[in-house]
């Protein structure tokens, strides 16, 4: 199948290309957090390694340190040699980096094979979103971003919530859910093809569609600034999550397992809507009723009981799916064509860029402050975020120098 599809979410669903690429994102995002309902038992394996508390702790980001460095230059081999090869590649190291865990005999050489993965990730999210800006435009694109994040929080749902019963048997045997990626190659490989302009455009400076917003680089820099602070204060929930529940008493690992299964449930349900969200709020008033959504959460995990924070997983879930799309699907818009892998890794690389961050920043906010007094602070950052989207929306000057330029675009589209 060739062409671009441009008439909303009924064409997708009839393109393979569109199912290949959502089933592949399911590989991405919450992959580093498979593991998080095992982190409590690998460290009790390994009790007796040096720094054995905070290595196992950084298991769960380690990737997200080789997607920060790789996914620009992956991004420029993208541009520059094509997305499908990469994307292929791509999927077979992500199958066999992640379930190596399942055997090696050490954490140093388990950290190693996640450093792995994270190239592995780089090499699947920049290839995947170029393909999505090459194949779809229009409110087709806007679609694939909300499904995009469906896939991917549907995709964590299954391994997170499979890996907190699984670390009840053994904290090794999560790692075994890595090794199913392998039967997304036969998939990739019959239906992902190169985009025709990039093949035949592969050493031209000029865009295919168009030299993008002006100010692109301008834009997207803050826009990549805005995704890591999101992503550090998001990740606290697979880092963190774990040992807070640990503290309150029980046995924690399937609990664990289902309150990151309600947490990307949420998300995955939401991502279906983002397209309808898009289209009333606008690029402002998702991001205000994200950020809003997402600090009512953290505000939530401070009060006792199951229930609540059940809640709290379901709307700081919620209100990262409303978010996250704005970030891709506005960057594809501003950038050139022939810069959408570049542009691509640099998003994944600012996503991974809080991963990394955010066990850094939540360890010693957390002995200083409590889990409680952190999630505090975490809700009043998103707080902040929330009512800066809002003045962004009503305060017309603002309207005017940030909302114009995306709303030219859309039009132009």
Known sequence: MSGQIDTGSDGIWRDPRA??????????????????????????????????????????????????????VAGWFADRYGRRWMLLLGVVLFAISGAAGLMLPDLTSIMISRLLLGVAVAMIMTAQTALIGDYFVGDARRSMMGLQTSARNFGGLLFITSAGWLALISPRLPFAIYGAAIILVPLVWRYVTEPDPLRQNQHVTGSEGGAGHVRWRILLSGLALLQMITSLVFFMMPTQLPFFLASQGGDHSAKTGLMLGILTLSGGMMGFFYLRINRVLREAGSYMLGYALMAGGFLLLTVDGDLWHSIAMVTIGGGLATVMPNFIALALALSPANRRGIVAGALMASVFLGQVLSPAVSIPGIAKLGFLGMFRAAAVLLACLAIGAAMWALIPRLNMILIEPFRGLRRSR
């Open 19 to 72: 199912i290949a690429l959502l089933l592949a994102a399911t590989l991405t995002i919450m992959a580093n957090a498979t593991i998080s309902p095992a982190l409590p038992g690998i460290e009790a394996e390994f009790a007796g390694s040096p720094n054995a508390a905070l290595l196992t702790r950084f298991l769960v980001p380690a990737p997200s340190l080789s997607v920060l460095i790789c996914a620009p």
